[in-house]
């Protein structure tokens, strides 16, 4: 065979199989895991029996707490975190109170204020027996409830017997994101102002949407079906992704078409 004619010909199927695979960006939700930091100071081991470490997995949610503290905010107090996270859709925090006693209930204590690139902030109240509850849930004259389905336990275990034992868990509050801006920051508050409830935050994860190039159909009145197309042999020299392998997209469809013919 001539090799300038091979070569001309393979030229050609490459820009037809051009024609056919085009591609259209998509995305999908994924965890990125927030360290707190040198803001956390409580050892988990001091209030909990067994709590979870490392890369935790807890409602459905990867959760970084491999430095074994939380961050307890007092009276007054806050804590902020800063990064990039490109059209998220949701911020999720283990999220409890302590010395939550009854006098608090459905009282708003604090507010968890998401900040985006654009300046804009999406802020949402703490309600104490809404979506913030007492951590150990055994203690007595506490608000151990939750009515907010955005909340909800994602770990139950004991409290340590220096903490008065009992039930103790953690609660995981979902914040949901438009998915349309770029999260640069989170800010959790304790905006109470009388008594000892403090807010504990033993972990936090956001989820930014990850880019993800899918084949589209790119040819004519989206003719990528046609019986031409189907049985194109181009697929063989088209570019590939390094390390992929090029398969044929209409095997199915040929096979068949190959089957429909055959004669006895």
């Given at each position: 065979m001539n090799a300038a004619i091979f070569t001309k010909s393979a030229k050609g199927l490459i820009v037809a199989s051009g024609l056919i695979a085009a591609s259209s960006v998509m995305g999908y939700a994924q965890d990125a895991p927030v360290a707190l930091g040198a803001q956390a100071t409580v050892p988990l081991s001091s209030m909990y029996v067994s709590a979870p470490t490392g890369s935790a997995s807890l409602g459905g949610h990867t959760f970084d707490l491999s430095g074994g503290n939380l961050i307890a905010l007092a009276n007054g107090q806050s804590a902020s975190f800063a990064g990039s996270w490109a059209n998220a859709t949701g911020a999720y925090l283990l999220l409890n109170s302590?010395?939550?006693y009854s006098w608090y209930d459905q009282s708003v204590v604090g507010t968890v204020t998401v900040t985006f690139s654009d300046g804009t902030t999406q802020s949402t109240d703490l309600m104490v027996g809404g979506n913030l509850r007492e951590w150990r849930t055994g203690a007595g004259f506490t608000v151990?409830?939750?009515?907010?389905?955005?909340?909800?336990?994602?770990?139950?275990?004991?409290?340590?017997?220096?903490?008065?034992g009992g039930t103790a868990v953690l609660d995981m509050l979902t914040i949901s994101l438009a998915g349309t801006k770029t999260v640069t920051g989170l800010t959790l508050a304790n905006?109470?102002?009388w008594g000892g409830l403090q807010i504990n935050l033993a972990g936090l994860t956001i989820d930014p949407v990850i880019p993800v190039t899918t084949p589209t159909c790119n040819r004519p009145g989206s003719s990528c079906n046609t019986p031409a197309a189907q049985n194109s042999q181009a697929w063989k020299w088209q570019p590939t992704v390094p390390g992929a392998v090029n398969t044929n997209p209409h095997a199915q469809n040929a096979d068949a078409a190959t089957k429909a013919h055959t004669t006895h």
């Open positions: 302590a010395n939550t151990n409830t939750l009515t907010d389905p955005a909340a909800s336990t994602v770990w139950t275990g004991t409290a340590q017997t220096s903490m008065g905006t109470n102002s």
